[in-house]
């Protein structure tokens, strides 16, 4: 039977496909993503090549030289969630108008750094999602600088959703007195104003009830009196409301005026920040303010009595003090108990070599847990005198930072008594010498920063007892020198910073073994950082066991790095590699063919031009992030390949690299690239094809884009500007002033202006008339397959035949069957039992019949089998029946056989009816019922006796006249 499978041929889909090209191809521009060169636009802010200072993780704008907001914003996504703007700070200052922000709808903060002349009313309508605004001025504090705008009292009415308000260098007294009415959910207020009374911000707060984190910055205030709201028709008492303002914290400069009580409002303060009057007591200062407890405080002066300060510590329960004085008396701290103090901070605004500090100073502090001094002299004795008088002191102690002192050695057992040390931090100092079992005691220390030092020599027992700690930092230390199993203690690392190694200059390269350094790596290290600075390297990993922590970062720095046991577990954990060198090779190929797990890879060299062959980065198919920096890929033998495979790739940036050519053979595996970062040296070559296979991207910046004067570069034009999905920054210069490279490969032309001149014509009207005319003629395809594909080949044997007939002389051809024989499957058995025998073996001459179960061939188009055995017959016999009404490819037999008719205008189709079919069902099919009324026709009698004589006839009428 003939199969039906593809009878009827949907073409729903196709018509969808119809309606995309459509609107792709023939519609007008809706959607402009052409950014202006002011602004730049992230996903999030893992941006390896971009420094994002704005606040937020995701979809992040910044905007900079900003002078009209909403011309410079035009073509910023709609959806965005965080804008930073830097407005011109050489403009004139205009209004900030109302509405300005009302596109983006879904932003969650903004900042905006610049002056305006106004901000209207109605500025951040629509903000609804908005939950921090940031206001500063261009200004860096100084009175002369603040900036002036009024804010009107309904400014920050729709801001429904807002947390946190930061203002910063406003004249607040030219804002109305209900300006911060209207803020329902604000919970922290910032602001550093430029003010002279105290009241003007005062009076203004009164109305702030539900503030969870207040500070203010007032350093310009010179009198400090009690506020005067009387004009504000606000009581005194109620000023009271300020206690409701918890967490604040009040920064002031040296004030020359202080009214007793002026503070008393606020209630407790958490942080306080002040420069008291020379030679007046810091006890007899602070009891002007009215202030019954200050959980944090900031002093800065001349002259510091350390007796003072642990009594204030007492009266107004203070927990932090950092000072900031020239001159340190010390002489009456002993008699005095510092029980409240419990983090102090010391720094020294004089030169270093004039302040000498003894730690012994600290022993009053017997609960003190943080400990930091900046730029004073030290005695590396005074730890060891302290763990032999007074042990018990420091034992609260939890965290120490000491920098720049004079510290030039550490010795052993030096801080055996400070056993709760968690944290130490000796960096930016002289130390050159570590003696063996120098932190011994040190059992819970977790964190130990020794960067910016002298340290040369590393001992084996140097780091002996650190059994805790999970991070040391040696880097920019000049070690030339470490013993074997110098860090075998340290089971527990999980973050290990070395360098700059630098041995003696008579060893060409250094080598480093970890194993030898380790004796076993740390199993959970999860970040390993190694520099030799600018000399060359041999590293050697070892084996760090199968349980090696699986998500490595491995950082490795130097001129040169060869690497050995490149198989080890240690390769394969790493999944975060950054390399600062000219190479770094495993045997002769790049380390990443050993990185197979690896996610994000930044590769920075210092030989542009002698790197190896990095095209083995095609094989790291884990990866997502890939910036590679200062690499002239035009020297790559296999560049064109280097980025296949990487089907999870999300961002790639190219900075400072040569690249000759960017064309779809480099992008056409980066299915998931969602952003891409291009600051390219020289001039390139930039195809449409580049773009074509960049299914998910959504951000491409250009820095100093240079390419040459030619219209194949012109596309980038209309595709920045059009491009519904991408947003396209130019920046320095931007795409407006962006000059190429003439072909006379001297003048620099303006590009824009050159494709308006040169290219409009061939870009504009034949792209879209080519596109036009193809989309027309696969649509006139798809229908013409739709509805006329069956009849091709039958139309192809029509005009044949039309042929044949008309050049034939004697009418003779050869034939290979006497007739086809058309009928439904259902009718097989009276076709085998009755019409075969009767006709195919009468004779002679014996009847050559074709059978579509019997004679087509197999594999071959049921179609192209019809036509080519209808054709191939003399006649075409149909048997006509109920079950052949209903078949539609007995129709179509029925129908080429009619066209045959009406062309060879011979006698060649006979109608054989086995059933009485009823004039009502005939007339349904119009072609059988215009033939049965034209032709004469056999019907199969049911009598025996006259079956004879149907089957005489039917073989006198089928057999071949004599000749052919």
């Avoid at 901070?345 to 943080?370: A, I, K």
């Avoid at 870009?763 to 229908?783: K, W």
Wanted: net charge neutral; aromatic share 10%; glycine share 6%.
């Amino acid at each position: 039977m003939k199969s039906r499978a593809g009878e009827h041929h949907h073409l729903s889909h196709v018509v969808s496909l119809l309606d995309s090209l459509l609107v792709l191809f023939l519609m007008a521009p809706s959607a402009h993503s052409w950014l202006a060169s002011k602004c730049s636009v992230f996903e999030d802010r893992d941006y390896w090549f971009s420094e994002v200072d704005c606040h937020g993780e995701k979809l992040i704008a910044k905007c900079s030289r900003v002078t009209d907001i909403r011309q410079d914003l035009q073509g910023l996504p709609s959806n965005l969630l965080n804008l930073c703007i830097k407005m011109d700070a050489y403009a004139p200052a205009v209004p900030l108008a109302a509405g300005s922000f009302s596109q983006f709808v879904s932003l969650e903060f903004l900042s905006i750094h610049g002056c305006f002349s106004q901000i209207q009313a109605g500025a951040f309508q629509g903000l609804s999602n908005l939950t921090g605004l940031q206001l500063t001025s261009h200004s860096t504090g100084s009175s002369e600088g603040c900036c002036e705008a009024a804010l009107g009292a309904s400014v920050f009415h729709h801001l429904t959703a807002l947390k946190t308000l930061d203002i910063a260098l406003y004249k607040v007294s030219n804002a109305a007195l209900e300006v911060f009415d209207g803020i329902p959910e604000l919970e922290k207020f910032w602001i550093n104003v430029c003010m002279e009374d105290w009241s003007e911000v005062i009076c203004r707060l009164t109305r702030l009830t539900l503030v969870h984190e207040f500070i203010l910055k007032a350093y310009n205030v010179g009198i400090l009196k009690h506020p005067d709201c009387t004009n504000w028709n606000i009581p005194a008492g109620e000023r009271s409301l300020l206690r409701n303002l918890r967490n604040p914290s009040l920064d002031f400069h040296r004030i020359e005026k202080i009214e007793q009580g002026v503070l008393k409002y606020f209630g407790d303060l958490t942080h306080l920040t002040l420069e008291p009057w020379p030679g007046v007591s810091l006890m007899m200062y602070l009891a002007l303010f009215g202030i019954s407890k200050i959980n944090n405080l900031s002093i800065k002066g001349h002259r510091l009595d350390l007796g003072e300060l642990c009594q204030l510590s007492e009266t107004y329960s203070t927990e932090i003090i950092a000072v900031d004085f020239e001159i340190i008396d010390t002489t009456t701290v002993v008699a005095v108990s510092c029980d409240s103090l419990k983090s102090m901070y010391f720094y020294s605004l004089g030169n270093v070599f004039n302040h000498y500090l003894h730690m012994n100073t600290f022993l009053s502090f017997t609960n003190l847990s943080t400990l930091g001094v900046m730029a004073f002299l030290l005695d590396p004795l005074d730890f060891r005198s302290i763990c032999l008088s007074s042990p018990q002191s420091v034992r609260h102690l939890s965290s120490l930072a000491l920098s720049k002192s004079n510290l030039t050695k550490l010795v052993n057992d030096q801080f055996l008594c400070f056993v709760s040390l968690e944290t130490v931090e000796l960096s930016c100092d002289r130390i050159s010498e570590i003696e063996e079992l120098a932190f011994r005691g040190l059992g819970q220390l977790q964190v130990l920063d020794l960067q910016g030092n002298n340290i040369w020599h590393i001992r084996r027992l140097t780091f002996s007892g650190l059994y805790a700690l999970t991070y040391l930092d040696l880097q920019a230390n000049p070690i030339s020198q470490i013993e074997t199993r110098s860090f075998e203690h340290l089971t527990n690392l999980q973050q290990f910073l070395l360098g700059d190694l630098n041995p003696p200059p008579l060893e060409a390269n250094i080598r480093l073994n970890l194993t030898d350094l380790f004796g076993e790596i740390p199993r959970g290290l999860g970040y390993l950082f190694i520099s030799s600075g600018l000399r060359p390297m041999r590293l050697v990993f070892g084996t760090g066991g199968e349980t090696l922590n699986r998500s490595l970062s491995l950082h490795i720095k130097g001129q040169r790095v060869t690497v050995e046991n490149c198989e080890g577990s240690l390769l394969k954990s790493v999944v975060t590699l950054r390399i600062d060198s000219g190479q770094v090779l495993c045997g002769a190929e790049f380390i990443g063919r050993y990185t197979r797990r690896v996610e994000q890879l930044r590769f920075t060299s210092v030989f542009p031009e002698d790197v190896g062959d990095i095209v083995v980065i095609n094989q790291l198919v884990h990866l997502r992030k890939l910036s590679l920096e200062n690499i002239d890929l035009s020297r790559q033998p296999n560049v064109a390949v280097m980025f296949h495979n990487l089907t999870r790739l999300e961002i790639l940036a190219l900075t400072n690299c040569r690249i000759d050519f960017l064309d779809g053979s480099l992008t056409k595996d980066l299915k998931s690239l969602r952003g891409l970062h291009l600051i390219l040296r020289d001039t390139v070559k930039v195809f449409s094809s580049f773009v074509e296979n960049l299914f998910s991207l959504r951000y491409l910046h250009f820095w100093n884009l240079r390419i040459h004067c030619s219209c194949d570069n012109a596309w980038l034009i209309s595709w920045a500007q059009n491009s519904k999905l991408v947003e396209v920054h130019v920046h320095d210069p931007s795409i407006k002033e962006m000059e190429c490279l003439a072909k006379n490969g001297i003048d620099h032309l303006k590009f824009v202006q050159y494709t308006k001149d040169d290219c409009s014509f061939e870009v504009e009207f034949v792209l879209f008339a080519f596109t036009s005319l193809s989309v027309v003629t696969f649509m006139l395809a798809v229908l013409f397959h739709r509805f006329a594909g069956p009849y091709i080949l039958p139309l192809y044997h029509i005009v044949q035949g039309w042929f044949q007939e008309t050049l034939r002389k004697d009418g003779e051809r050869r034939y290979r069957h006497d007739a086809f024989v058309s009928y439904s499957g259902r009718d097989e058995r009276w076709v085998v039992e009755k019409l075969l025998p009767n006709l195919e073996r009468r004779g002679p001459p014996f009847l050559r019949l074709c059978l579509h179960t019997r004679d087509f061939q197999l594999g071959q188009d049921i179609v192209e089998n019809i036509t080519e055995s209808l054709y191939g017959s003399r006649r075409t016999l149909c048997l006509v029946s109920r079950n052949y009404l209903r078949s539609n490819w007995c129709s179509l037999e029925l129908q080429l056989a009619t066209c045959r008719l009406q062309v060879e205008h011979r006698d060649i189709l006979i109608l054989v009816f086995l059933e009485k079919i009823p004039s009502k069902m005939l007339s349904a099919h119009h072609r059988l019922a215009r033939l049965v009324k034209t032709r004469t026709y056999l019907a199969w009698p049911q009598e025996d006796e006259l079956q004879g004589e149907f089957w005489d006839r039917m073989w006198h009428k089928l057999r071949p006249k004599t000749g052919n």
